[in-house]
């Protein structure tokens, strides 16, 4: 099993900045994939950006150049780096886990991911 944990999060007005981190605990696996989705009010879950078990970053469109990817100084813990914020950028982020994703569309197909985090909340108003 993989224990998901988010944290980070709040409000910002538009054009600010936000860090969220995510740990990942597991005994289990090695060279797990760690990926961030959120939602939307009203919205379908969409992929944000993950980072695949070889440690490449993929992104979605909507938010390349803006947002970004590091590692923790632990293990398996990754922080999103979200600058230049939208209010469309407003949304639960919801941080998740799968044992292994070789690919570079790992940001996406939200179904493949086992292990989820409570989400947290960002807000950005205009």
């Known amino acids: 099993a993989i224990e998901v944990v988010e944290s980070g999060g709040g409000s910002v007005q538009a054009g600010g900045s936000l860090r969220l981190s995510c740990e990942a605990s597991?005994?289990?696996?090695?060279?797990?994939?760690i990926a961030w989705f959120r939602q939307g009010a009203g919205a379908e879950r969409e992929g944000v950006a993950a980072l695949n078990s070889f440690g490449v970053a993929t992104y979605a469109d909507s938010v390349k150049g803006r947002f970004a990817i590091s590692k923790g100084d632990a293990k398996n813990t990754l922080h999103l780096q979200m600058d230049s914020l939208q209010p469309e950028d407003t949304a639960m982020y919801y941080c998740?886990?799968?044992?292994?994703?070789?690919?570079?569309?790992?940001?996406?197909?939200?179904?493949?991911?086992?292990?989820w985090g409570n989400g947290t909340q960002v807000t950005v108003s205009s």
């Open positions: 998740a886990a799968r044992p292994y994703c070789a690919g570079l569309y790992c940001h996406t197909n939200s179904y493949l991911f086992n292990f």
């Open positions: 597991t005994n289990t696996y090695d060279n797990i994939c």
